[in-house]
């Protein structure tokens, strides 16, 4: 009779091993749907953007590495294959691929590639699903570390392009007016677009110079003919500019190179100037790179 019991409770063991094997089996091997992409939001319930921590730190010249890189939360609604990364600015950007297997507020790194060109405050915007937050990053002078790099000048910046730094801000675009002119005077005249693509807002540089060439050299916005401006098309608006009729407010433009074969000309400027408001600011940063039409 006990070796009937036995054998009884051996089989009952051994079916209820088979189920909970069997289920743990199943749970494991639900994979998700081909193509499932996941969905959720950078921010809370309360609309506010959930946190974004930089890790490393940022040089000029310097190559982005392993320790740089960004620990951004994520609330996620629906699990599901991911592809996050950043705007590109200053030369780098921030990207991470992967799959959130669970639903909920969750942690992922943000690898960043590309090499910092200026030395400047950068801000970035992320993007999932359908939220969006920004964050900023410092970008340090490498000289004096032994990284390589080198202070802000005009070589970093591509082609046909322009930046510069206001208010903590990064502003760059395209160069799509570049013409130097000596029938009247000698005059360069710079002028673009965002680099969004926005053509609403335009930026503006005009050196008129002493002779008859295009010399380098220093050319100030107190001397009428040489301008800064950032400008609203519709309204003719200001919101950043420096002529000689704002004096005080003074911008250096520095004409750093010219080739005369490729009609390539290169510089950099920083100073202040006034805002639609009247109100001095710094502009730091600033360069210009453009083949003259």
Known sequence: MKRYLSLILVCLVAAALFFSCSKEYSLETDALPAGNTAAGSLKDTSGNCLPIVVKGTYYDGVIAGDTNYIQVTVNVKTAGSFNIQTDQQNGFQFAGTGVFISTGVQTINLKASGTPSQIAPTNFTITFDSSACMFTINVADSTGHGNGGSSTDSSGIALNQWQFVAN??????????????????????????????????TFGITVQFPGTTLDTGTYVTSNAGTNFSLTLVQSGNIIYAANATSVPPVLNIIISSYNASTKTVAGTFSGQAYDFNGNNLNITNGAFKAQLQ
């Open 168 to 201: 903590g801000h990064t502003y760059a675009g395209n160069i799509s007016t570049a013409v130097f002119t000596n029938l009247i005077g000698a005059n360069l005249t710079l002028a673009g677009t965002m680099a969004s693509g926005s053509n609403d807002t």
